[in-house]
C-alpha cells in the first residue's frame, strides 16, 4: 500500500491544481463586481467556501485514486475524471472573470451530470469511491441553486 501513496498524492495535486487554478481567477477578478450583485437570503458567509471546497477536493481526489488503484480500473473513467475537473475549473473564468452568470449556470449543470455519471461508472469498481462523491454533488445542486438565483435577480 506504501508504493500506491504517490499516486495519490498526484490526485491531490492535480486536484487542488484546479481548485488553486479556479481560486486564482476569482482572486484577481471577483471584485468589485461580485460585491455589487444582488444574491439571495440562503447566500452563505464567504468564509465557508475554503473548507467545503477544501474538504470536496480531498475527497475527490482520494476516490479516483481508489479507482486509479483498482484492478477493474477503466482509463475512460480516468478521462472523465479529468475533463470533469477541466469543466469544475472552468466555472470560475466564466462567473468571475467573463461575468457570464447563464453560462456559469449551464457549467455546473455540466458538471452535476459528469459527477452523476462518474459516480454511476465509480460505484462497480468502488463503492466507497462512488459514495465519496455525494457530498461534492450535494453541494453542487447548492452551488446551481445559488447560481440560479444570482441570474434570475441579476
Known amino acids: 500500500m506504501i508504493k500506491k501513496i504517490p499516486s495519490l498524492l498526484i490526485f491531490c495535486f492535480l486536484a487542488f491544481g484546479a481548485s488553486a487554478w479556479g481560486g486564482l481567477v476569482t482572486s484577481l477578478y471577483k471584485e468589485p463586481w461580485f460585491s455589487t450583485l444582488v444574491k439571495p437570503t440562503f447566500n452563505p458567509p464567504e468564509w465557508i467556501f475554503a473548507p467545503v ?17 483498482s484492478p477493474k480500473r477503466s482509463e475512460k473513467i480516468i478521462y472523465i475524471y479529468f475533463i470533469h475537473l ?4 472552468s466555472w470560475s473564468l466564466f462567473f ?41 454533488l450535494i453541494w453542487l445542486g447548492f452551488a446551481f441553486l445559488l447560481n440560479f438565483y444570482i441570474f434570475i435577480l441579476n
Open 96 to 136: 468571475f472573470a467573463l461575468h457570464q452568470i447563464f453560462i456559469s449556470l449551464v457549467i455546473i449543470a455540466l458538471i452535476i451530470i459528469l459527477v452523476l455519471w462518474l459516480i454511476k461508472l465509480y460505484y462497480p469498481i468502488n463503492k466507497l469511491s462512488s459514495f465519496l462523491m455525494i457530498p461534492y
Open 53 to 69: 471546497w477544501i474538504t470536496l477536493y480531498l475527497l475527490m481526489a482520494f476516490s479516483i485514486w481508489l479507482i486509479w488503484i
Open 86 to 89: 477541466l469543466v469544475n475549473g
